[in-house]
């Protein structure tokens, strides 16, 4: 009797994930970070829509007194922010007095996600108005004629009159917020002001900080 010897060789060839991460772009794209993991796929229903990524072993939150860390690819996520203005026209009226400003203020309300703050500023500013302000108060001090606007609430960037000009910071928030914001428009002639109609038009702009 002949006995036959089968050997079998097994190669168990293991792939473990490891983290890759960078920056891409081109000209049309950006692509912020990515990440070769176990998986991850996108899941849609009706109403709902779940971005899932697994194996990472690092992701989650790490908080000191000055920093944060956003470990893990869905951390790079824009968050979702919203912008209400309360009154997006306002007037201020015929400006009769040299001495007392005309002034309208409206609400603006920006909430950020759960991962980042905010910020609102001014976009950008078109039409004709009066002088803008540079001593910090619309009250004429001098007899100048004088626009600007001052911002209220808790996360408001300055406590006195500026002048209105894209770039302006209005409000910033470094951690998560649902806030509001009162921008209160102010002017003030002088005897030299030319009669006649003045408007303008603002952009406000509401962005995260991640």
Do not use: C, H
Not at 105 to 132: D, K, Q, Y
């Amino acid at each position: 009797m002949k006995r036959v010897l089968i050997s079998a060789l097994v190669i168990v060839v293991v792939f473990f994930a490891q983290r890759s991460w960078g920056a891409m772009s081109s000209t049309n794209y950006y692509i912020y970070a990515d990440i070769i993991s176990v998986g991850g796929v996108l899941s849609t229903s009706t109403s709902y829509g779940l971005q899932d990524t697994v194996g990472e072993s690092f992701a989650g939150f790490v908080t000191s007194s000055s920093y944060e860390i956003k470990g893990g690819y869905q951390a790079m996520d824009n968050n979702e922010i919203s912008l209400i203005v309360s009154d997006a026209s306002l007037s201020l009226g015929s400006l009769v007095n040299y001495t007392a400003s005309s002034t309208a203020s409206t609400t603006v309300s920006v909430s950020s996600g759960p991962n980042s703050g905010f910020s609102l500023s001014i976009g950008g500013v078109t039409g004709s108005i009066l002088s803008n302000v540079d001593d910090g108060a619309v009250d004429g001090d001098g007899g100048s004629e004088e626009y600007g606007v001052s911002v209220t609430g808790i996360n408001a960037t300055y406590a006195d009159d500026r002048s209105v000009v894209a770039g302006r910071s209005l409000a910033f928030s470094a951690l998560p917020a649902s806030s509001d914001t009162v921008l209160t428009f102010k002017a003030i002639r002088n005897a030299g002001t030319v009669p006649g109609a003045y408007s303008q038009s603002i952009t406000l702009i509401a962005s995260a900080n991640f």
